[in-house]
């Protein structure tokens, strides 16, 4: 059975590999190991259809490597002690391990002296941040590199690749319309593989392989009818979004979030309701920001259409919570200042003073430790003298946190010496 179009076009070489610059461009951390045959074990981390499998397939094609593929989930320990016996036999080899997160502890304990040897080179991929969900036996012996979503312009490159190549990609000559390219570029958010097949079921069951916006909206499952051929409207949904969001209508944020979510773009609604959270809500309701990264992270587990139940929850909480940007503009204060004034001389009393010859220098001199006294608190200076009178935070006075810093920040003032 011929494979399908993904698999078709996985590179071959590093130089065939779509996006990831920051790992496999001029000068780059990974084209440095393979170009130096200083290759180490590494896993890869990202969304779906991101390139993980691809970057390992092409790592082992130029360095011309023997290249097998694990998956922790379905495959047997049998499978891994075949390969190891593959590697011991024939040389080193580059071992792809799928969902490395949901290797079992026997297969880790067979993995780990294979990895301490150098007989197989591991690239592990995974969708979980393996800071949290790899074991630390195994991120101790390898290198951990975080990839980025492919963009529509990456995208649109392999929609090239698989219409020109004829060798790998299809076989005959197929007519795409600008539009459909487009819309197929945006609407499957950074997801090559996603894209690949999407366009190869559009080509194979559309008249005479031309294919139309009807024909591509209708392989994705997708409307095309808010889709924006000059590319503005992701940006305009999103704006509408958050300052419906910002200006508390429920109604509007819930209908902007709805084109979003029709549009299949978890990703970009994700992202702007964590800068909401924290930019127009703020410490007016704090628990709004830990809501929705818990909404968030259950919405990328569950993936639509599920994820919008999780969404609808913070969307409303959010656009009917009492709002303020009193932290993020008094922030935006103190860097107006930093750029004004150039980086001040830090107080004496509150340099570091654990170093020998500090107290020579009069470091950490005269510090008072606050814990010392009632209240935890004692008056004494923390800027630099130019700015010693500066206030930065003014509350919003919005929602009982808020008001409680200030209140709080209104005592320390009175407590200050004039």
Do not use: C
Not at 7 to 24: A, E, K, T, W, Y
Not at 68 to 78: E, H, I, P, V
Not at 251 to 271: F, K, P, T
Request: glycine share 6%.
């Amino acid at each position: 059975m011929k494979a399908n179009l993904a698999r078709r076009l996985r590179p071959r070489s590093i130089d065939d590999i779509i996006g990831q610059r920051h790992l496999v461009g001029d000068g780059m951390i990974i084209r440095r190991m393979v170009e130096t045959e200083l290759l180490s074990s590494m896993i890869l981390y990202g969304p779906p259809g991101i390139g993980k499998t691809s970057i390992a397939s092409a790592i082992a094609g130029t360095a011309d490597m023997a290249f097998r593929t694990f998956n922790a989930t379905s495959d047997k320990k049998t499978k891994l002690q075949e390969i190891a016996a593959e590697a011991q036999f024939s040389g080193q080899l580059v071992l792809l391990l799928d969902e490395i997160h949901r290797l079992d502890k026997p297969k880790q304990d067979f993995l780990l002296p294979l990895l301490e040897n150098g007989e197989i080179i591991l690239i592990g991929a995974t969708t979980e941040n393996p800071y949290f969900s790899v074991v630390p036996a195994i991120r101790s012996r390898v290198q951990i590199f975080e990839l980025k979503p492919l963009t529509p312009e990456d995208i649109s490159l392999a929609i090239d690749r698989a219409i020109m190549d004829h060798e790998r990609g299809f076989e005959f000559e197929v007519a795409l319309d600008e539009d459909a390219k487009q819309f197929l570029a945006q609407a499957t958010n950074g997801d090559v593989r996603a894209a690949l097949n999407s366009l190869e079921l559009a080509v194979l069951s559309s008249q005479e392989h031309h294919v139309t916006l009807d024909d591509m909206a209708n392989s994705l499952q997708k409307s095309a009818a808010t889709f924006d051929k000059d590319g503005d409207a992701h940006y305009d949904l999103l704006s509408a979004l958050q300052k419906s969001i910002r200006g508390s209508d429920v109604n509007a944020s819930l209908h902007y979030a709805a084109r979003l979510i029709e549009g299949g773009d978890l990703q970009s609604l994700s992202r702007r309701l964590m800068v909401i959270a924290y930019e127009d809500i703020g410490l007016a309701n704090p628990d709004a920001a830990m809501h929705t990264v818990t909404a968030v992270t259950a919405a990328e587990r569950l993936g639509f259409p599920e994820a919008r139940i999780p969404l609808a929850n913070v969307i409303v909480d959010l656009a009917l919570s009492p709002k303020s940007n009193a932290a993020y503009t008094a922030l935006d204060a103190a860097i107006g200042d930093l750029h004004k004034h150039g980086v001040l001389q830090i107080p004496p009393h509150l340099q570091d003073g654990h170093y020998t010859g500090a107290k020579a220098l009069g470091r950490a001199e005269n510090y008072q430790y606050p814990h010392a006294f009632p209240g935890h608190w004692v008056d004494q200076q923390y800027l630099p003298d130019p700015l010693k009178k500066v206030q930065y935070f003014q509350s919003d006075g919005l929602g009982k946190y808020e008001r409680a810093l200030q209140l709080r920040l209104d005592e320390i003032n009175r407590s200050k010496k004039s």
